[in-house]
């Protein structure tokens, strides 16, 4: 695949990691190494960008955006004035409505996968790559084997409807949720639980 990136698409680019960064700047990843969180949505993006080459500005823009709005506050109008509609738009479809109940939450997003657009379904499963690779590589601080697993299982769910959107993505979550799963059954040998 021949890429042509335009001086146009590297400013937006850029100016979503700026905003992105700048939102985030108190934020803390939940594992020990206790990475700025920026590097959660840079490795979103990044993972879209190297299984779906083609994949528009916007995506891009809105992966390294998608949690501005459920974790900064940030507004769907802010993104809208600083960027543009379908932007603002795909990153508050990825958005939870942190209003509700944990649970709720989580029962949602399950509930919403297949209503998504394409595009957001792409920032979707690329997102949960990111959170279950971090279980392995960065486990959150506190949490137990049994937890983990669960995240994994309600992940799958969240991503069965957004898989039609990248044979790449899909294969990564599955080599990811693969070596989770194998881990988990490695701690359970050793530790005989
Ligand atoms: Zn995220």
């Known amino acids: 695949y021949v890429f042509t990136m335009t001086v146009r698409t590297m400013q937006l680019l850029l100016k979503s990691v700026d905003f992105a960064a700048r939102a ?3 934020q803390r990843r939940k594992g020990p190494a206790r990475e700025p969180y920026i590097n959660h949505p840079i490795e979103v993006s990044r993972l879209i960008v190297e299984c779906e080459p083609a994949t528009a500005e916007d995506v891009l823009c809105a992966a390294i955006l998608h949690d501005v709005i459920e974790d900064c506050g940030a507004t769907h109008g802010e993104i809208l004035a600083c960027f543009n509609e379908n932007i603002a738009n795909i990153v508050l479809e990825v958005s939870d409505d942190k209003a509700l109940p944990r649970d709720e939450r989580k029962a949602m997003q399950i509930q919403m996968a297949p209503k998504l657009s394409n595009d957001a379904k792409l920032v979707r499963l690329a997102d949960k790559i990111a959170n279950v690779g971090a279980m392995l590589t960065d486990t959150p601080i506190g949490w137990d084997r049994s937890q983990i697993l669960q995240y994994a299982d ?30 988990h059954a490695g701690e359970a040998e050793r530790t005989g639980s």
């Open 24 to 26: 985030h700047r108190d």
């Open 154 to 183: 309600w992940a799958e769910n969240v991503v069965a409807p957004c898989r039609s959107v990248s044979q790449g993505l899909s294969d990564r979550f599955d080599a990811i949720i693969r070596d989770v799963r194998a881990w």
